[in-house]
């Protein structure tokens, strides 16, 4: 046996064995970071250096002290608890975890490994423990946190969803309620099984790249409904873990009512822009916000012009805004009016609209403008047509009466010297006869030249021939012939114009007017000398006006209308039935023509115009 064998115990004897067992505990104990103590009863027999380090005590000060001294209440209760088992099942190892407090006062957590030990040949208790205060303290910082994210992620509006590695390690309550998943079915669950199947090759890519701007995708919920939502995911460190967590926005909702503000505007748009009316939209300082196309072609603005601009300052004629600020009050209290009224166009014309205005809770109102110009102009027509229509009216009552009365004359003269004649033959006395009879014809021929006349004026407005273009100087020229052939005795210089134009008209009657004005210029020619009459024209851009002039009696003024009346004779006893200047006027006036007179006064001469529109004549 060497030396060395000499010094090495012998491990087959008992005592070294044991020696050797404590010596190495020792070294173990005296050496390990773990904190290790021996207890018998309550007593510490034992404690390592690792434990007067963290309490604080010297071996001594250990040595003299129950355990329990440096228990926490509840970790004297938990100890309790832990004796009691150890009461029943002696050999039992028991690990649990206890707060003790350090000399300085220092509260420290310690995980307990106890086990049943033989120390100096007497039953105890070995502890060894590890230090887990920073521990705890990192679980409950971490506790707090989660409660603290917890609550915020609960309190979003929006989806919360972290995932790790594509799968969910945490979702928020809108997130399940939303999927319609449970909590403990979320986490643990694919992200892919949340996304539908067309959406998710991009929500796979956003994760892997880390995209972080917001993205849209349709989600699947658990009863297979599909919603569209805006995604924005985010990499951070979640429990020491790089996670990435996205917030998901129901956008279906938001799309839906998206939609119908769409669907509204639009058909609120097309009203707006195709109405027939001219519709200004004005915000609550009756600043312009919007026009439509009709606006610009009824007031000549554009929408540039009239963008921000004051509407009373753009529409509104000076004279009318007193007008103007009552509607404005109108319609700042709540109240659509609706005026009649009349606006300024851009170039200055004033034209007649309706103005209805109505108000927009919150945001201004809408102008809507109907241009009345049309109505307006009926109205006026209707007005002379009816105007007219009682002139007429007024005339033929004229009419009525002067044709009776007229008429009536020569019969009561036809009656009277009937009677006479009657009465004479009776008595036997016929040298009167020839005259009596002469007046009764006389008289019968004055009714039949009435009679002639009356249904030559009714015919001009029944009948007219179809218009021709015509030379007035080749008319006017037969005209002359057919009077000069019919005139005894009077040297009457007629002098036509050589610059009468050709017309379009009906022939038959414009001659019928040439003749009644010359008949006429020689029939009032009075005691002339120099008897003439004048035919000319003037060239009145769209119209050519003739006249007939004449040196003869002339016309004073306060009869420039009355003689172109029906029966109008100046001077009773010249003949003719005075129907002549009516049927002259009608027929002008078919022709859309105007007739009138002027004369220097009696004695003085009379010129008669009248006007024919410029036509022209297709063949
Ligand atoms: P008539 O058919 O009997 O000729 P008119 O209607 O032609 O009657 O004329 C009406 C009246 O107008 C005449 O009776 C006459 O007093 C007046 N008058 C018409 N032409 C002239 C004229 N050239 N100069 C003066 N008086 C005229």
Same mark, same amino acid.
């Given at each position: 046996?060497?030396?060395?064998?000499?010094?090495?115990?012998?491990?087959?004897?008992?005592?070294?064995?044991?020696?050797?067992?404590?010596?190495?505990?020792?070294?173990?104990?005296?050496?390990?970071?773990?904190?290790?103590?021996?207890?018998?009863?309550?007593?510490?027999?034992?404690?390592?250096?690792?434990?007067?380090?963290?309490?604080?005590?010297?071996?001594?000060?250990?040595?003299?002290?129950?355990?329990?001294?440096?228990?926490?209440?509840?970790?004297?209760?938990?100890?309790?608890?832990?004796?009691?088992?150890?009461?029943?099942?002696?050999?039992?190892?028991?690990?649990?975890?206890?707060?003790?407090?350090?000399?300085?006062?220092?509260?420290?957590?310690?995980?307990?490994?106890?086990?049943?030990?033989?120390?100096?040949?007497?039953?105890?208790?070995?502890?060894?423990?590890?230090?887990? /205060?920073?521990? !705890?303290?990192? &679980?409950?910082?971490?506790?707090?946190?989660?409660? %603290? #994210?917890? +609550? *915020?992620?609960?309190? =979003?509006?929006?989806?919360?969803?972290?995932?790790?590695?594509?799968?969910?390690?945490?979702?928020?309550?809108?997130?399940?309620?939303?999927?319609?998943?449970?909590?403990?079915?979320?986490?643990?669950?694919?992200?892919?099984?949340?996304?539908?199947?067309?959406?998710?090759?991009?929500?796979?890519?956003?994760?892997?790249?880390?995209?972080?701007?917001?993205?849209?995708?349709?989600?699947v919920g658990k009863d297979s409904a599909l919603y569209h939502v805006e995604i924005q995911g985010r990499m951070f460190?979640?429990?020491?873990?790089?996670?990435?967590?996205?917030?998901?926005?129901?956008? /279906?909702?938001? !799309?839906?009512? &998206?939609?119908?503000?769409?669907?509204?505007?639009? %058909? #609120?748009? +097309? *009203?707006?822009?195709? =109405?027939?009316?001219?519709?200004?939209?004005?915000?609550?300082?009756?600043?312009?916000?919007?026009?439509?196309?009709?606006?610009?072609?009824?007031?000549?603005?554009?929408?540039?012009e009239c963008l921000g601009q004051p509407l009373d300052q753009i529409l509104v004629p000076h004279d009318l805004k007193?007008?103007?600020?009552?509607?404005?009050?109108?319609?700042?209290?709540?109240?659509?009016?609706?005026?009649?009224?009349?606006?300024?166009?851009?170039?200055?014309?004033?034209?007649?609209?309706?103005?209805?205005?109505?108000?927009?809770?919150?945001?201004?109102?809408?102008?809507?403008?109907?241009?009345?110009?049309?109505?307006?102009?009926?109205?006026?027509?209707?007005?002379?047509?009816?105007?007219?229509?009682?002139?007429?009216?007024?005339?033929?009552?004229?009419?009525?009466?002067?044709?009776?009365?007229?008429?009536?004359?020569?019969?009561?003269?036809?009656?009277?010297?009937?009677?006479?004649?009657?009465?004479?033959?009776?008595?036997?006395?016929?040298?009167?006869?020839?005259?009596?009879?002469?007046?009764?014809?006389?008289?019968?021929?004055?009714?039949?030249?009435?009679?002639?006349?009356?249904?030559?004026?009714?015919?001009?407005?029944?009948?007219?021939?179809?218009?021709?273009?015509?030379?007035?100087?080749?008319?006017?020229?037969?005209?002359?012939?057919?009077?000069?052939?019919?005139?005894?005795?009077?040297?009457?210089?007629?002098?036509?114009?050589?610059?009468?134009?050709?017309?379009?008209?009906?022939?038959?009657?414009?001659?019928?007017?040439?003749?009644?004005?010359?008949?006429?210029?020689?029939?009032?020619?009075?005691?002339?000398?120099?008897?003439?009459?004048?035919?000319?024209?003037?060239?009145?851009?769209?119209?050519?006006?003739?006249?007939?002039?004449?040196?003869?009696?002339?016309?004073?003024?306060?009869?420039?209308?009355?003689?172109?009346?029906?029966?109008?004779?100046?001077?009773?006893?010249?003949?003719?039935?005075?129907?002549?200047?009516?049927?002259?006027?009608?027929?002008?006036?078919?022709?859309?023509?105007?007739?009138?007179?002027?004369?220097?006064?009696?004695?003085?001469?009379?010129?008669?115009?009248?006007?024919?529109?410029?036509?022209?004549?297709?063949?």
């Amino acid at each position: 046996m060497n030396k060395e064998s000499a010094n090495q115990p012998d491990l087959n004897n008992l005592q070294d064995r044991l020696a050797n067992s404590n010596e190495m505990f020792r070294t173990l104990a005296e050496n390990t970071p773990a904190i290790i103590y021996i207890l018998q009863g309550e007593r510490f027999v034992y404690v390592n250096p690792s434990f007067i380090n963290i309490s604080g005590y010297s071996k001594d000060e250990a040595y003299q002290m129950t355990f329990w001294h440096f228990l926490t209440p509840e970790s004297q209760t938990v100890t309790i608890k832990n004796m009691e088992l150890r009461k029943e099942n002696p050999n039992l190892t028991l690990r649990y975890e206890v707060q003790a407090r350090a000399k300085d006062g220092q509260l420290y957590w310690l995980d307990l490994n106890t086990s049943p030990f033989t120390f100096n040949g007497k039953p105890a208790t070995l502890v060894s423990a590890f230090d887990i /205060t920073k521990l !705890k303290a990192d &679980e409950e910082a971490l506790r707090i946190s989660e409660a %603290r #994210f917890k +609550a *915020l992620s609960d309190a =979003s509006f929006e989806g919360i969803i972290i995932s790790e590695n594509g799968i969910c390690i945490n979702a928020n309550q809108r997130a399940c309620q939303f999927l319609g998943y449970e909590y403990e079915e979320m986490v643990g669950m694919p992200v892919s099984a949340m996304i539908s199947p067309e959406s998710r090759e991009t929500v796979q890519r956003n994760m892997v790249n880390g995209y972080e701007l917001p993205y849209e995708a349709t989600v699947v919920g658990k009863d297979s409904a599909l919603y569209h939502v805006e995604i924005q995911g985010r990499m951070f460190s979640y429990q020491g873990r790089q996670v990435r967590a996205a917030s998901i926005r129901n956008l /279906t909702f938001r !799309k839906e009512q &998206e939609l119908e503000i769409e669907k509204h505007t639009r %058909r #609120f748009q +097309a *009203l707006f822009y195709n =109405s027939p009316d001219a519709v200004v939209l004005c915000d609550l300082n009756l600043l312009i916000s919007d026009i439509n196309p009709c606006f610009t072609e009824l007031f000549g603005y554009n929408r540039q012009e009239c963008l921000g601009q004051p509407l009373d300052q753009i529409l509104v004629p000076h004279d009318l805004k007193h007008e103007y600020d009552t509607h404005v009050r109108l319609v700042l209290d709540g109240n659509t009016s609706v005026t009649e009224t009349i606006r300024r166009t851009k170039d200055g014309r004033n034209i007649n609209v309706i103005v209805k205005v109505i108000p927009v809770e919150y945001f201004g109102c809408f102008v809507i403008y109907s241009d009345i110009s049309d109505r307006k102009r009926q109205e006026a027509t209707i007005k002379q047509q009816l105007d007219e229509l009682e002139k007429k009216n007024a005339e033929m009552e004229r009419f009525t009466y002067t044709v009776s009365h007229d008429l009536r004359s020569p019969l009561i003269t036809i009656k009277g010297f009937a009677g006479l004649l009657i009465d004479n033959l009776k008595r036997g006395q016929l040298e009167r006869l020839d005259q009596d009879l002469e007046r009764i014809l006389n008289a019968a021929n004055k009714m039949d030249d009435l009679l002639h006349d009356l249904l030559e004026l009714s015919r001009v407005g029944r009948l007219l021939n179809p218009f021709t273009q015509f030379s007035m100087t080749d008319l006017v020229q037969e005209v002359v012939e057919l009077i000069t052939g019919s005139m005894q005795n009077k040297e009457i210089e007629i002098l036509v114009s050589p610059a009468l134009p050709d017309v379009v008209a009906d022939r038959a009657r414009i001659f019928e007017v040439m003749q009644n004005l010359i008949e006429n210029g020689i029939k009032f020619m009075g005691d002339q000398t120099k008897p003439c009459i004048i035919v000319d024209v003037y060239d009145n851009n769209d119209e050519f006006i003739f006249s007939v002039s004449d040196n003869g009696i002339g016309i004073e003024t306060r009869y420039y209308d009355t003689i172109f009346g029906l029966f109008e004779k100046l001077n009773p006893n010249v003949e003719g039935t005075g129907i002549g200047l009516s049927i002259v006027k009608r027929i002008i006036e078919f022709h859309q023509g105007r007739i009138w007179v002027e004369s220097s006064g009696p004695g003085r001469g009379s010129t008669f115009y009248f006007s024919l529109p410029k036509l022209y004549y297709a063949n």
